[in-house]
């Protein structure tokens, strides 16, 4: 995510908005999955099965034998006070040049569309989901607020790169039946609404951004590639890795970050430890090599 500035949700979005590259980062997650599928035979038989045993859905209370709620509360207050602290001292607007939002609910717009033009004022007050961006604690809150009717109606919690998957199986299977019925991974990822439903949810975030962007009347600003991701084969190569490593890891930032971290899975909180740990030291790495090295070299 350090290389790719976008995870397999993230990077819908992004695509809803027309940001710079966001293309070219789903090629290279398209090529990802495309490569865990053709290797999936060898992983399964030689790797995953390790990792299952050892891992998988396996709860950390069980684990380490203290009650899931001494385990829940404390971390749920932990996790709070880091978002506190963060939104004091770095509010999450700072680096955002189209809007300022001041409390909980009272945003501002620039008339001109950047705060970085002369001729500019803002123009407010604003209602929060008016706003070019909106604050990422109550995005937060929504998210894992959607748990509960995912969990009601569809048995399962919120989850990203198996979309991918499942479209993949079926455009193969549209174009080569005969190829894809080879791969017992993609046939079991081709039907049900168990396969479908992530679908539609990454195809409504695709919208959803897109009706943020007009409600917000920035559809049509330029938008500038991310700080440093102007690069396309650092994009490209940053697509492969997020989906890759997701379908090796058996979920992405949604899955395991959001779902499985909520749920104390043991294997979940393993890989969002090593997800922070791996996209920091990466981001330190970059930001070293970013003006010495051609290939994350920012033009």
Not at 134 to 162: F, R
Not at 231 to 257: D, Y
Request: hydrophobic fraction near 45%; charge should be neutral.
């Amino acid at each position: 995510m350090a290389v790719a500035g976008a995870c397999p949700g993230t990077v819908m979005v992004q695509i809803g908005t027309g940001l710079p590259y966001s293309g070219v980062v789903f090629a290279g997650g398209v090529t990802g999955c495309l490569a865990y599928i053709i290797l999936e035979p060898v992983l399964s038989q030689h790797l995953l099965p390790i990792w299952t045993l050892n891992c998988q859905k396996q709860c950390l209370s069980k684990w380490s034998g203290i009650s899931r709620w001494k385990i829940a509360v404390p971390l749920a207050f932990s996790l709070a006070a880091i978002v506190v602290t963060l939104e004091v001292f770095l509010p999450y607007d700072i680096d955002y040049p189209y809007s300022e939002c001041h409390g909980y609910s009272e945003c501002y717009r620039y008339t001109a569309g950047n705060s970085t033009q002369s001729t500019n004022e803002l123009v407010g007050p604003i209602p929060v989901y008016l706003a070019p961006t909106w604050p990422p604690y109550w995005t937060g809150i929504g998210i894992g607020l959607l748990q509960i009717p995912l969990v009601i109606v569809m048995q399962d919690t919120i989850g990203s790169s198996s979309a991918w998957i499942a479209s993949i199986a079926n455009v193969v299977y549209l174009i080569a039946p005969s190829l894809a019925k080879k791969s017992n991974y993609l046939m079991r990822s081709k039907d049900g609404m168990g396969n479908y439903w992530q679908v539609i949810y990454l195809a409504s975030a695709i919208i959803g951004a897109m009706l943020s962007d007009l409600s917000s009347n920035t559809l049509t600003n330029p938008k500038p590639p991310i700080d440093g991701f102007n690069n396309p084969v650092r994009s490209f190569f940053g697509g492969f890795l997020i989906l890759f490593g997701a379908r090796l890891a058996g979920g992405c930032t949604s899955g395991h970050g959001v779902s499985g971290f909520g749920l104390l899975y043991t294997s979940s909180v393993i890989a969002v430890a090593f997800m922070f740990s791996g996209g920091i030291f990466t981001a330190f790495a970059i930001d070293s090599f970013s003006y010495g090295g051609s290939f994350f070299r920012v033009p």
